[in-house]
């Protein structure tokens, strides 16, 4: 994660917010059971007491990664809709004619099928593009070629 601040998109922000969300009361759900110990029995109470006080420590990490993020977002604004940008919504065409409109994110959504990670062959090649502006992008079936339509707001495909 950049030390950056960079924009998010509404659905990118929505998405953190709720996992946010699900964090914090997983994290109360967890240092309730260490609160509550009457003290630590044999081993298997101790590797289960050390168990819990790991998974306090990864939820506070994630905890606080998403509260940067989002604190950073809100300093960057909103996304550029001049120019492709992480955080940008854009409006593609591709070679075969069809027309999607995806967002430009940080890191995959496992559920999110409009999001395209700025790291990735399509994302790196719409970074810093504008409408109208035609790219080109490896992919596994090899060279793809593609036109931006627009960027932000809809367009279809969303």
């Known amino acids: 994660m950049s030390s950056e601040p960079a924009p998010i998109s509404d659905a990118a922000r929505q998405a953190l917010e ?3 969300a699900d964090l914090c009361d997983e994290r109360a ?3 309730a059971t260490l609160r509550n110990n009457d ?3 044999d081993r298997a109470d101790e590797a289960d007491e050390l168990q819990r006080a790991d998974a306090l420590e990864r939820l506070d990490a994630r905890i606080a990664q998403i509260t940067t993020r989002l604190r950073r977002a809100s300093v960057a604004g909103p996304p550029p809709t001049d ?3 992480v955080g940008s919504t854009v409006t593609v065409r591709f070679a075969d004619g069809t027309v999607e409109t995806v967002q430009i994110g940080e890191t995959a959504q496992a559920l999110d099928r409009t999001l395209v990670t700025s790291d990735s062959p399509l994302g790196r090649a719409l ?3 504008r409408a109208g502006d035609s790219l080109h ?5 090899g060279r793809a070629t593609a036109v931006v339509v627009s960027l932000g707001g809809s367009s279809g495909g969303q």
Do not use: I, K
């Open 39 to 41: 003290g630590v029995g």
């Open 127 to 129: 970074l810093g593009r």
């Open 137 to 141: 992008y490896d992919t596994p079936d």
């Open 83 to 85: 120019v492709v940008g």
């Open 29 to 31: 759900t967890v240092a």
């Open 18 to 20: 709720q996992e946010l």
